[in-house]
T-cell receptor, first 112, second 115 residues
Framework: AQSVTQLGSHVSVSEGALVLLRCNYS??????LFWYVQYPNQGLQLLLK??????LVKGINGFEAEFKKSETSFHLTKPSAHMSDAAEYFC??????????FGQGTRLTINP | DTGVSQDPRHKITKRGQNVTFRCDPI?????LYWYRQTLGQGPEFLTY????????KSRLLSDRFSAERPKGSFSTLEIQRTEQGDSAMYLC?????????????FGPGTRLTVT
């Protein structure tokens, strides 16, 4: 069965610093992977996705993620954090019938 | 706005009352999903529809929960005899079967508080 583990429920970085949010997955088939962002009291917005092809995926707001099959990882990065990046981030893997299995989330705090 | 909409955005109810939530998906999307998100956790799958047919229900969906999607358009999620443990954010998402990237589009959610 597919599953997702996000290491670190809370990450804090300074404005302008590198953002690294970790995601490891477990899947018996080639995975389709997503990163979503959630701002307070709002739904989920897609940041980026990996389906097939290039393993380095670029998303919105300057985020990118690299699919590493050997490490079963799909970590999310951004070179320079902005105050507006403060939010909850969720990694997800697609199961059968397009259902999504989410990690527990990582709350990103940006320090001025 | 052509995105997924949900109504109401917030609902406060007393234990034992029934509540109903509505989700309007993106119009051409044939799949509709319901997820539940409790505080500090990721969303968990509840059920999904393909057109008007409900194809799967999670073990999380007790007998007090029922969902419908008449005519394959909007969907409703009803919770009968609410319990405090039902307090959560209920998220709806829609997608288009056959779209190769499996992307789901989420609504803003309905936050339920059971007192």
């Amino acid at each position: 069965a597919q599953s997702v583990t996000q290491l670190g429920s809370h990450v804090s970085v300074s404005e302008g610093a590198l953002v690294l949010l970790r995601c490891n997955y477990s899947s018996s088939v080639p995975p389709y992977l997503f990163w979503y962002v959630q701002y307070p009291n709002q739904g989920l917005q897609l940041l980026l996705k990996y389906t097939t092809g290039a393993t380095l995926v670029k998303g919105i707001n300057g985020f990118e993620a690299e699919f590493k099959k050997s490490e079963t990882s799909f970590h999310l990065t951004k070179p320079s954090a902005h105050m507006s990046d403060a939010a909850e981030y969720f990694c997800a893997v697609v199961m059968e019938a397009q259902k999504l299995v989410f990690g527990q989330g990582t709350r990103l705090t940006i320090n001025p | 706005d052509t995105g997924v909409s949900q109504d109401p955005r917030h609902k406060i109810t007393k234990r034992g009352q029934n509540v109903t939530f509505r989700c309007d998906p993106i119009s051409e999307h044939n799949r509709l999903y319901w997820y539940r998100q409790t505080l500090g956790q990721g969303p968990e799958f509840l059920t999904y529809f393909q057109n008007e047919a409900q194809l799967e229900k999670s073990r999380l969906l007790s007998d007090r929960f029922s969902a419908e999607r008449p005519k394959g358009s909007f969907s409703t999620l009803e919770i009968q005899r609410t319990e405090q443990g039902d307090s959560a954010m209920y998220l709806c998402a829609s997608s288009l079967l056959g779209q190769g990237d499996y992307e789901q589009y989420f609504g803003p959610g309905t936050r339920l508080t059971v007192t």
